[in-house]
């Protein structure tokens, strides 16, 4: 799990660059990005009650309202319409979108 969790991490901070030189993502430093993944990966791991569909998912903590807009609107976009097993799951399903 952690390895997705690394895997995660690192093309998170890549489509954050690409996204950056295009000049559509808004600017962060390093440090409030892994702040906001942890803040992420935290609602995936904990606050979600499993199995969930993905309006469930994207219900959980009050609709994550402590997560940025943008990364909102990326699960939002991104996360297939499925049923999840788990905190992986979800972000596996992520993970093939970046």
């Known amino acids: 799990m952690y390895a997705i969790f690394f895997s995660f991490a ?4 890549a489509a954050e660059r690409s996204y950056h030189e295009e000049g559509s993502y808004p600017s962060r430093n390093a440090a409030n990005s892994m702040s906001n993944l942890k803040t992420e990966l935290e609602h995936i791991k904990h606050h979600i009650k499993y199995p969930a569909n993905k309006t469930q998912v994207l219900a ?10 943008i990364d909102k609107e990326f699960v939002t976009k991104s996360l297939p319409d ?3 097993k788990g905190p ?3 972000v596996r399903a992520l993970l093939n979108k970046v």
């Not at 959980?60 to 807009?69: G, K, L, R």
């Open 10 to 13: 690192n093309s998170r901070m």
């Open 60 to 69: 959980a903590c009050n609709n994550m309202t402590d997560v940025p807009s």
């Open 82 to 84: 499925n049923n999840y």
């Open 88 to 90: 992986e799951d979800v």
